[in-house]
């Protein structure tokens, strides 16, 4: 089973791999982990503009990792905020391809509650932390295309635990 977790920055998805899906066996793969453990800090280590260029090898070696857990018989969480349908309907191709099932686990969150958690966060310096100002989530919800039909299953806010460690 691959888990494909969609949500925008803060939303949860992280801390849900971590509590629920990691503890079950599953391996999680992290795109924004990845990135920091290649190339430093979001806006620190590099500017915030090579974000994108830099993800981009990670994502693709994320696709590779994923389809060799698939065929050791692995569980495997995928990461990553998958903003966008056409990014869904990709990484749903593939995970069948590599001869595994989805589930396709969408975490909505209000642009309020996830301006309180970011503002919390920023306030940290790991890999999960990116710094995030309100102009910058306002473009990201613009930029969401939030999963209707796709075989999404919603994840609540609130109905898994969040520890101190929550990041997203």
Known sequence: ?????????????????RT?????????????????????RYGVDYPEWEYFERQAPVVAWTRERLAALVAEGRDV???HGLWRCAERAKWKKLVESAGARWRLLY??????ELLRRLTERNRREDANAL???????ADFVARFDPPEGEGEEV???????RGSASTG
């Not at 975490?107 to 309020?112: D, M």
Request: hydrophobic share 40%; no cysteine.
């Open 1 to 17: 089973m691959v888990f494909l977790l969609v949500g925008l920055t803060g939303s949860g998805k992280t801390t849900y791999a």
């Open 20 to 40: 629920v899906l990691e503890p079950r066996g599953a391996v999680r793969l992290s795109v924004d982990e990845e990135v920091h453990r290649r190339h430093g």
């Open 77 to 79: 969480v995928v990461d």
């Open 107 to 112: 975490f909505p969150v209000e642009q309020e």
């Open 131 to 137: 710094t995030v100002t309100p102009e910058a989530l």
């Open 155 to 161: 994840i609540a806010p609130g109905s898994f635990p």
